[in-house]
């Protein structure tokens, strides 16, 4: 039943409908094998396919699971140098966001830790936290919608009982984009209730 759900929101993506699904399970029992082989099932190019992980020991590191999802988007790797990173994301966001590329790119490079340019870093400084937040989400609900206009695009979410706080807010941000995109979160967690993905989940 559950691959035959996450099949059925595959197939609803690559008509063009966004969706969500929570694939909820204590450990060892599959979530993740479950999410590859319908990973596997999809014929090449059809759609895009993005994965986050949250990390036991990261509930510290702030934004780390779109980190995470946005290397993945671009194409980049923990490796590569900010530098490469940041050439990287300039031509995606021309690619993808042409009309928008120049004031997306300051709050998304801040957020992934790239350099910035004195401009760029003008164009942000005096902005209280809460201004400074606001525009670092639309600036990745740009970007991501941007891409998924695209082509098909499915964020997977791993490991969410790990998330830091700022992630899932950020996620619960977004989840409005599957209404007006072709993008599918497939948000995989174990039954923590007292985490707050469990309250992102009674949101979803």
């Not at 979410?157 to 807010?169: G, N, Q, V």
Request: charged content about 25%.
């Amino acid at each position: 039943a559950e691959s035959h759900a996450l099949s059925a929101a595959i197939e609803r993506l690559l008509t063009g409908e966004g969706s969500i699904v929570t694939l909820v399970g204590e450990a060892g029992l599959g979530k993740s094998r479950l999410v590859a082989e319908a990973r596997q099932s999809i014929p090449v190019g059809r759609l895009q396919w993005v994965e986050g992980r949250c990390l036991s020991y990261g509930v510290s590191i702030v934004y780390l699971l779109w980190l995470d999802i946005l290397r993945g988007l671009l194409g980049t790797t923990v490796e590569e140098t900010p530098v490469s990173v940041r050439l990287a994301l300039q031509e995606a966001l021309r690619e993808l966001c042409p009309d928008g590329a120049a004031a997306l790119l300051p709050y998304l490079a801040q957020l992934m830790s790239l350099p910035v340019e004195p401009a760029e870093e003008a164009a942000i400084r005096d902005l209280d936290g809460e201004s400074l937040r606001a525009n670092t989400f639309r600036a990745v609900e740009r970007l991501i919608e941007c891409a998924a206009r695209r082509r098909p695009l499915v964020i997977v979410c791993e490991d969410l009982h790990w998330a830091d706080p700022a992630s899932l807010e950020l996620l619960e941000h977004l989840l409005a984009s599957t209404e007006r995109v072709p993008l599918l979160f497939v948000c995989i967690f174990r039954p923590e209730r007292e985490h707050g993905v469990w309250r992102l989940k009674e949101t979803v």
